[in-house]
């Protein structure tokens, strides 16, 4: 079974930074199709991220080039940098993998996603 656990959420200022970390069990996130989601309630979900099976990435223009999507594969860990962040940027964070499928990116969907951790920026 595949368990995703994400962590380093917190409050931040605006401007500020945060990693955000994905430990996965039960598959590798070297051959799963990995992502980065968000959410705040009452809204619709939003893809952040995205890295492919060859380490290829996408970002939602919201975030492209604040936000860096990387992997550990050998601590199986998938990263999120957030740079000069922004008050919109307060959310629910989730990752997600997409195994044994093909597609990677915002038009596929994704079976296995953590319980999220939250993200608020503010002043």
């Known amino acids: 079974q595949v368990q995703l656990v994400e962590s380093g959420g917190g409050s931040v200022q605006p401007g500020g930074s945060l990693r955000l970390s994905c430990a996965v069990s039960?598959?590798?996130?070297?051959?799963?199709?990995m992502a980065w989601f968000r959410q705040v309630i009452g809204k619709e979900r939003e893809g952040v991220a995205f890295m492919n099976r060859d380490g290829g990435t996408s970002y939602a223009d919201s975030v492209k080039g604040r936000f860096a999507i990387s992997k550990d594969n050998a601590k199986n860990t998938l990263y999120l940098q957030m740079n000069s962040l922004k008050p919109e940027d307060g959310a629910t964070y989730y990752c997600?993998?997409?195994?044994?499928?093909?597609?990677?990116?915002?038009?596929?969907?994704?079976?296995?996603r953590g319980q999220g951790t939250q993200v608020t920026v503010s002043s």
């Open positions: 997600a993998a997409r195994i044994g499928l093909p597609g990677c990116g915002s038009t596929v969907s994704f079976r296995s």
């Open positions: 039960g598959y590798t996130v070297s051959s799963a199709c």
